[in-house]
T-cell receptor, first 115, second 115 residues
């Protein structure tokens, strides 16, 4: 158990819909990362937040957005869903000391299925 | 951005040493190299991290040549439970001073350990 929690575990929805994935980081971790993992694309970094502010952006679509709240939990919002958005979505957290590259602790993931 | 290349798969037998190499020709000066292990339907788990030369911990060693354009994860005496996908991650969280970082995962190497 990494200490990172994600809800829900599974999500099934239809094309065109909007969903919200939630992540609670490990106690004391200030940084949260979101990743998408699909069979053909591997693990894709989407976005990173540090203490409420966006810090790094990867291959995140405009239909996707994220935020980190004052209590440090984070939400990833996916809208106008397409079949290709079906994937595992992982959240990770780190202490974010600013020294080098912090160890990331990954949650168990949310499996999104778009029908 | 540093792109990474890893072998898609590798086979080994219990008790053997396994070396997985990751190429990252465009690695930036401030980039670190981190390796993660992932079992099916679980989030990746940190194995080891390095910047240059050699790093060793209780589970693996990481060799990084002087030019840092590649790195090799070495797993001594693998067991069946080491069967997993191994990811090489190159990048940095963020830079103080405003510029955003990025994190690039390789496609992963599927290691199969046989009895």
């Amino acid at each position: 158990d990494s200490g990172v929690t994600q809800t829900p575990k599974h999500l099934i929805t239809a094309t065109g819909q909007r969903v919200t994935l939630r992540c609670s980081p490990r106690s004391g971790d200030l940084s949260v990362y979101w990743y998408q993992q699909s069979l053909d694309q591997g693990l894709q970094f989407l976005i990173q937040y540090y203490n409420g502010e966006e810090r790094a952006k990867g291959n995140i679509l405009e239909r996707f957005s994220a935020q980190q709240f004052p209590d440090l939990h984070s939400e990833l919002n996916l809208s106008s869903l397409e079949l290709g958005d079906s994937a595992l979505y992982f959240c990770a957290s780190s202490v974010a000391t600013g020294q080098g590259q912090d160890t990331q602790y990954f949650g168990p993931g949310t499996r999104l299925t778009v029908l | 951005l540093a792109k990474t290349t890893q072998p898609i798969s590798m086979d080994s037998y219990e008790g053997q040493e396994v070396n997985i190499t990751c190429s990252h020709n465009n690695i930036a000066t401030n980039d670190y190299i981190t390796w993660y292990q992932q079992f099916p339907s679980q989030g990746p788990r940190f194995i080891i991290q390095g910047y240059k030369t050699k790093v060793t911990n209780e589970v693996a060693s990481l060799f990084i040549p002087a030019d840092r354009k590649s790195s090799t994860l070495s797993l001594p005496r693998v067991s069946l439970s080491d069967t997993a996908v191994y990811y090489c991650l190159v990048g940095r969280l963020y830079n103080y001073g405003g510029s955003q970082g990025n994190l690039i995962f390789g496609k992963g190497t599927k290691l199969s350990v046989k009895p």
